[in-house]
């Protein structure tokens, strides 16, 4: 079965600063992936979706940017970090266009 | 464009009592429904699916949920409530017409009372 991983768990880190976030896929290939932030424990958000190695969809203007390397690699990065960057990072890929699934996620505070 | 409405910010159930969480929806084609559960800072778990066939879909848990379509309603049910689980329930809905995006509601917190 397919299985979803994201890293790191958790990160703080200082305004201004440069992030990257993993997500990493395993047991299955070609998979839509997204990637969605959660702020203050509610509603889902989605930043960015890819339907293949280098194509990436945004959804919403901001300063992040996302990648797809490979197959099963989806990068989420800023240059900069702001404050309203903080939030719960969650990665999500879909097979057959009806469910997503999703990673553990990744908390990060901007600060 | 497709949306999705959880109307009850928060639903408040004691234990061994049936519960409902709210969903409507609106989309122009034929929806496929979902409901996913979110336990504090966990990733969503996917409960169950609603595509094509029976109105009354079973799911993870013991969840059930009901395609309602002249409502344009999608409630999740569970006969009787356990206190694990309380946790955040997200409605979503994708037009499978319009591509591959879900859209989610904003999230119903389900408090279960021993």
């Known amino acids: 079965s397919q299985t979803i991983h994201q890293w790191p768990a958790t990160l703080v880190q200082p305004v201004g600063s440069p992030l990257s976030l993993e997500c990493t896929v395993e047991?299955?290939?070609?998979?839509?992936l997204y990637w969605y932030r959660q702020a203050a424990g509610r509603g889902l958000q989605l930043l960015f979706y890819?339907?293949?190695?280098?194509?990436i969809s945004s959804e919403v203007p901001q300063n992040l940017s996302a990648s797809r390397p490979q197959d099963r690699q989806f990068i989420l990065s800023s240059k900069k970090l702001l404050l309203s960057d903080s939030g719960f990072y969650l990665c999500?890929?879909?097979?057959?266009?009806?469910?997503?699934?999703f990673g553990p996620g990744t908390r990060l505070l901007v600060l | 464009a497709q949306s999705v409405a959880q109307p009850e910010d928060q639903v408040n159930v004691a234990e061994g009592n049936p519960l409902t969480v709210k969903c409507t929806y609106s989309?122009?084609?034929?929806?496929?429904l979902f409901w996913y559960v979110q336990y504090p800072n966990r990733g969503l778990q996917f409960l169950l699916k609603?595509?094509?066939?029976?109105?009354l879909v079973k799911g993870s848990y013991g969840f059930e949920a009901e395609f309602n379509k002249s409502q344009t309603s999608f409630h999740l049910k569970k006969p009787s409530a356990l206190v694990s689980d309380s946790a955040l329930y997200f409605c979503a809905v994708r037009d499978p017409r319009q591509g591959n995006m879900l859209t989610f509601g904003g999230g119903t917190r389900l408090m279960v009372k021993p």
């Open positions: 047991g299955t290939s070609n998979p839509n």
């Open positions: 890819s339907v293949g190695i280098g194509q």
């Open positions: 989309v122009s084609g034929n929806p496929y």
């Open positions: 999500a890929l879909d097979r057959d266009k009806k469910t997503q699934y």
């Open positions: 609603y595509i094509t066939g029976d109105n």
